[in-house]
């Protein structure tokens, strides 16, 4: 599975992103599609993941309530809406795939190559 992550950039707070993450290849190994981010200087943070079967999601506390994850399954492509963005969301975006649901980096197989999101203050 290649995953191309998509649509990051400069925002300011309280402002709101879309990113989108396009897989190909063996989509059967993408029944679960994530996103984490990492900051500078700081560990890989999971931000949600969203299940290929039903849709479903779950979400890390930090971003609940201000980030949707959603998933288009005939496009292979999974978004993240990010509303009411603060300048701590600043970080580069990653989208992951797996065939289990996980919130830790080391559960998932395939890796985009991340695109940055900043939030000015």
């Known amino acids: 599975v290649q995953l191309q992550a998509s649509g990051g950039g400069l925002v300011q707070a309280g402002g709101s992103l879309r990113l989108s993450c396009e897989a190909s290849?063996?989509?059967?190994?993408?029944?679960?599609m994530a996103w984490f981010r990492q900051a500078p200087g700081k560990e890989r943070e999971f931000v949600g993941y969203?299940?290929?079967?039903?849709?479903?999601?779950y979400y890390g506390d930090s971003v609940k309530g201000r980030f949707t994850i959603s998933r288009d399954n005939a496009k292979n492509t999974m978004y993240l809406q990010m509303n009411s963005l603060k300048p701590e969301d600043t970080a580069v975006y990653y989208c992951?795939?797996?065939?289990?649901?996980?919130?830790?980096?080391?559960?998932?197989?395939?890796w985009g190559q991340g695109t940055q999101v900043t939030v000015s203050s």
């Open positions: 290849g063996r989509t059967i190994s993408n029944n679960v």
């Open positions: 969203i299940r290929r079967s039903d849709g479903s999601t």
């Open positions: 992951a795939a797996s065939w289990i649901p996980s919130t830790t980096p080391s559960g998932y197989n395939y």
